[in-house]
């Protein structure tokens, strides 16, 4: 059975920055592509950053870009997303998620879900 721990959301700052853990078991994961999506209040969901296996190319949505990083460590099954210089538009319950094969940017392909951790920007 496929599942997600994550973790690393909280309360912070605009300028600040979070480092968000998912910890997957139940696969393998160089079989899966991982994203990260987020949804604000009353929003789509919406990608944010993509990482492919095994080759471990990553892609950002363009408001995200120079500012949070995906990265991720085989050891631990744990994929992470570093973000930096928040924004209070940044606000919203981010999730990990993984599809068999390759990237994709449509919510609907990804099949395994993990149960969303609170980013709050505010001051």
């Known amino acids: 059975e496929v599942e997600f721990v994550e973790s690393g959301g909280g309360l912070v700052q605009p300028g600040g920055s979070l480092r968000l853990s998912c910890q997957a078991s139940?696969?393998?994961?160089?079989?899966?592509?991982i994203g990260w999506f987020r949804q604000a209040p009353g929003k789509e969901r919406e990608g944010v950053s993509w990482?492919?296996?095994?080759?471990?190319?990553?892609y950002y949505a363009d408001s995200v870009k120079g500012r949070f990083t995906i990265s991720s460590d085989n050891t631990k099954n744990t994929v992470y997303l570093q973000m930096n210089s928040l924004k209070p538009e940044d606000t919203a319950v981010y999730y990990c998620?993984?599809?068999?094969?390759?990237?994709?940017?449509?919510?609907?392909?990804?099949?395994?879900w993990g149960q969303g951790t609170q980013v709050t920007v505010s001051s």
């Open positions: 998620a993984a599809r068999a094969g390759m990237i994709s940017g449509s919510v609907a392909e990804y099949r395994y």
């Open positions: 139940g696969f393998n994961p160089d079989d899966y592509a």
């Open positions: 990482i492919s296996r095994p080759d471990g190319s990553t």
